[in-house]
């Protein structure tokens, strides 16, 4: 079994940071892409950063120059330092892994979801 835990969501004024982490856990033999996905009330889920295993990354273009996305490899983390927080950045935020099982099967996990709330 495989499960992605994620922490550091909250509520901040406008301006402010957060921190999210995600770590995934269980029968894992190896991580390919990791990312981090938002859905706000109304709208559908979307990509906000992605990070492959050799550290290649891609952003949505709303969070460019604000978000940075990072991982550590050895603890199976990923991390979405998040600045320069708008309003419109509100969501539950979800973290996503590709991951090869200690069975030899791939497959795509996803966190609980953390919610962040930027007040104006």
């Known amino acids: 079994q495989v499960q992605l835990v994620e922490s550091g969501g909250g509520l901040v004024q406008a301006g402010g940071s957060l921190r999210l982490s995600c770590a995934a856990s269980?029968?894992?033999?190896?991580?390919?892409?990791m990312g981090w996905y938002r859905q706000a009330p109304g709208k559908q889920r979307g990509l906000v950063a992605r990070i492959t295993s050799g550290g290649t990354t891609n952003y949505a273009d709303s969070v460019k120059d604000r978000f940075t996305i990072s991982r550590d490899n050895a603890k199976n983390t990923v991390y979405l330092q998040m600045n320069s927080l708008k309003p419109e950045d509100t969501a539950v935020y979800y973290c996503?892994?590709?991951?090869?099982?200690?069975?030899?099967?791939?497959?795509?996990?996803w966190g609980q979801g953390t919610q962040v709330t930027v007040s104006s």
């Open positions: 269980g029968s894992i033999s190896s991580i390919n892409a």
């Open positions: 996503n892994a590709d991951i090869n099982t200690a069975w030899n099967r791939r497959g795509g996990y």
